[in-house]
C-alpha cells in the first residue's frame, strides 16, 4: 500500500487523511504533488476517479501551511466546469483546512448574485468557481486576477465540451506570467493542448494512459515554449 508519507506534506494534512480513511495514493498523485510542490507548471492527464482532485488540491494546502501563497485575496483560483464540481472540490477543501484559518468562496450558478457578492467582500484565500459567474465577476473590483499565484484548471475536456474555451483562454491570459499553473483532464483533444500549450509554459507533462485497471503507463517529459 503506497502511503502519502514520503511525499513531504505537512503532518496536519496526513492526519486528516488518515481521519477521512485515505490511506494510500493514486498514480496521478505520487506523480504530480511533488512536482507541484516544486511550483513547476503541470499539464496532466488520467482518467475520472483517479484522484485528480487531491492531485492538485493537497500541494496547494501544503504551500499554504508553508507561508508560500502569502496573504493576498484570492491567491488560489480553481475553475471546473459545473456548479456540481465546484461543489464536489468546496466539500474536500472543507475537509482539509480543518482547523486553518483559510477561507473559500465558490462561485457557481443557482445562487443569488448579491449573495456572493457579499461572499466577496469578505476575506477569502481560494477562489473555487464555475466559469459563468467568474466571469460576472471578472470586471469587477471583488476579484483581480493578477494577484492569482496558482491557477488551476479542472476537468479541461469536459470546460471545452461544455463551450468555455474562450473563458479557460480569458483566465489564463488574465493571471501573472509568474502564476503556478496547472491543467488537469480525463483527455486532450488537440484544441484542448494547443491551448495548455499556448499558455502553460514550461510545463511539467504528467500523462497516465491506462492498460487496466491496475496498471498503467507513464509519459512524462518537459518542454519550452
Known sequence: MAS???????????????????ISHTPI???????????????????????????FLLPVLEMFIQGRLG??????LILSPTRELVIQTEKVLKTFIEGSSLKIASL????????????????????NCAPGRLIDFANSDLI????????????????L??????????????????????MFSATYSEKLIDLARQHILQAEHIFMNDLNDKECTITY?????
Open 108 to 127: 457557481y450558478g443557482g445562487q443569488k448574485l448579491s449573495e456572493q457578492k457579499r461572499l466577496l467582500e469578505n476575506k477569502f484565500d481560494i477562489l
Open 144 to 159: 483581480n486576477l493578477h494577484l492569482v499565484k496558482c491557477a488551476i484548471i479542472d476537468e479541461g475536456d469536459r470546460l
Open 71 to 76: 496573504s493576498n485575496k484570492g491567491v488560489v
Open 29 to 55: 498523485q505520487v506523480q504530480a504533488i511533488p512536482i507541484a510542490l516544486e511550483g513547476k507548471n503541470i499539464i496532466g492527464q488520467a482518467r475520472t476517479g483517479t484522484g485528480k482532485t487531491l492531485a
Open 161 to 182: 465540451e461544455l463551450g468555455f474555451y474562450e473563458d479557460m483562454k480569458y483566465v489564463l491570459s488574465q493571471v501573472p506570467l509568474t502564476a503556478q499553473r496547472m
Open 4 to 22: 502519502f508519507r514520503h511525499l513531504n506534506l505537512d503532518g496536519k494534512l496526513l492526519e486528516l487523511l488518515k481521519k477521512n480513511n485515505i
Open 221 to 225: 517529459y518537459s518542454y519550452l515554449i
